[in-house]
C-alpha cells in the first residue's frame, strides 16, 4: 500500500490550487454571439435568454465597442431578416446593402480591432426556416452551395474577417475557400461548422431569429438531413478531416457541453484551433435555474466554460461573453 502518495496536498491552499491549476479561462477565447435587426434605437428582449438582446445596428456598434474595451476580440453576428426579404433562393444573403454588410462595415468602420465573424447559412433568409435551397422536398445540397458562395463574396466584400458557414452542406468549404482565392480574398478565413449536431439546444435561438422550420407540404420539418445525429461520434471526425482538406481554418463543434467527448477527440485529431459553441439552450437552462435560486449563476458559468476549455477548445462562443469578461477583469 502507497501510504505517501496524497493528492489532497496540492488541494491545500487557494494558492497550491492555482499553481498547480492545468486549464485558465480568459477574457481572449470568447466570441460573442449577437442578433441584429432593422430600425434605430431599439432593443428587444429574448425572452428565452435572459440578458440577450436583438439590436438595431446603432445599438449593435455602441455594444460592440463596450466589448472591445472589455477585451473581447470577436463577435459572430446573425440578422433578424424581414419576412417580406425571406424566399427559397436566399438572395436577400448576398445583397450587396443588406442588414448583415451593411453592419460588418458600421462595427469594422467603429471597431476595426474586433475580429467579424458573420454565420453563413441561409435559414434566416429562408421562408422554411431551412439552411438550403428546398427542390422537390429536399435540402438541395449543390444548389445551396452555390447560394452559400455568393452570399461568402458578399460579406467578405463588406468586411468580414472569418466567415463561419454553419449549414452542414457537403463541400461547402471547398468550394467558399475556392472562391475567396480566386476573388482575391485571401486573408478571410473560414471558420467551419464541421460537427454541428441536430440538437434540441438551439430552441431559444431560433425563436430570437423567427428561424425554426416551417410546417409546410413536403418541406422536411427538422434539419436532420444535414445536420449530424447526436448518436454519432467516428461520423464528427470524418467531417472535421474534410472540412480541415478543404481548407478551414477553425473548426467548430456544436452544442458544447453535452458534446465535450467530441471536443475532446477531435482536439486529439488536429492541430487547427478548435471552436465551440455554449448554444441558446445551454444559456438558457443555466439561467433558468439560476434565476430560480438553484444554482449560482457565476461559479455554473466558469465551470461551464473552463470545462468547454478543458476538453480542448481554444475558443467559446457564448452568449454569456460580456457577463463573463466583467467577471474575469473582476
Ligand atoms: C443556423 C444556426 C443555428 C445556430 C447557429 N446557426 C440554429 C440551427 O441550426 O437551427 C444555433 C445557435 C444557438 O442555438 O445558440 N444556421
Not at 472591445?68 to 476580440?73: A, E, F, L, V
Not at 453592419?103 to 458573420?118: G, Q
Not at 447559412?121 to 438541395?140: E, F, M, N
Not at 472562391?179 to 431559444?204: C, Q
Amino acid at each position: 500500500m502507497i501510504v505517501y502518495s496524497r493528492n489532497r496536498r496540492l488541494r491545500s491552499s487557494e494558492s497550491l490550487r492555482q499553481l498547480v491549476q492545468q486549464t485558465v479561462l480568459n477574457v481572449n477565447d470568447l466570441v460573442m454571439p449577437m442578433f441584429v435587426m432593422e430600425g434605430k434605437d431599439r432593443q428587444e428582449p429574448i425572452s428565452s435568454m435572459p440578458g440577450v438582446f436583438r439590436r438595431s445596428l446603432d445599438l449593435t456598434v455602441k455594444e460592440c465597442k463596450e466589448l472591445s474595451r472589455m477585451g473581447i476580440k470577436a463577435i459572430n453576428l446573425y440578422m433578424k431578416v424581414s419576412d417580406h426579404l425571406k424566399d427559397n433562393t436566399g438572395k436577400e444573403s448576398w445583397n450587396d446593402d443588406g442588414l448583415m454588410q451593411t453592419a460588418i462595415k458600421a462595427i469594422k468602420e467603429a471597431v476595426p480591432e474586433l475580429v467579424i465573424m458573420p454565420d453563413v447559412a441561409l435559414d434566416p433568409y429562408s421562408i422554411y426556416g431551412h439552411d438550403g435551397i428546398v427542390t422537390q422536398g429536399k435540402i438541395d445540397n449543390d444548389a445551396t452551395n452555390e447560394a452559400l458562395v455568393k452570399m461568402s463574396l458578399s460579406l467578405a466584400k463588406a468586411g468580414a474577417d472569418v466567415l463561419a458557414p454553419s449549414d452542414m452542406m457537403d463541400a461547402r468549404v471547398a468550394m467558399i475557400r475556392t472562391a475567396l482565392e480566386e476573388n482575391a480574398y485571401t486573408d478571410v478565413g473560414i471558420l467551419s461548422y464541421a460537427a454541428k449536431y441536430a440538437s434540441a439546444f438551439y430552441g431559444p435561438f431560433r425563436s430570437a431569429l423567427d428561424s425554426a422550420p416551417k410546417e409546410s407540404g413536403d418541406v422536411p420539418k427538422d434539419k436532420k438531413t444535414y445536420q449530424m445525429d447526436f448518436a454519432n461520434s467516428r461520423e464528427a471526425l470524418d467531417e472535421v478531416l474534410k472540412d480541415v482538406s478543404e481548407g478551414a481554418d477553425i473548426i467548430m463543434i456544436k452544442p458544447g457541453l453535452p458534446y465535450l467527448d467530441i471536443v475532446s477527440q477531435v482536439r486529439a485529431m488536429i492541430d487547427l484551433p478548435i471552436a465551440v459553441y455554449h448554444v441558446s439552450g445551454e444559456y438558457a437552462m443555466l439561467k433558468a435555474a439560476a434565476q430560480n435560486g438553484w444554482i449560482d449563476n457565476d461559479k455554473a458559468l466558469i465551470e461551464s466554460l473552463t470545462c468547454i476549455k478543458r476538453a480542448g477548445a481554444d475558443m467559446i462562443f457564448t452568449y454569456a461573453a460580456k457577463e463573463v469578461a466583467a467577471l474575469l477583469n473582476s
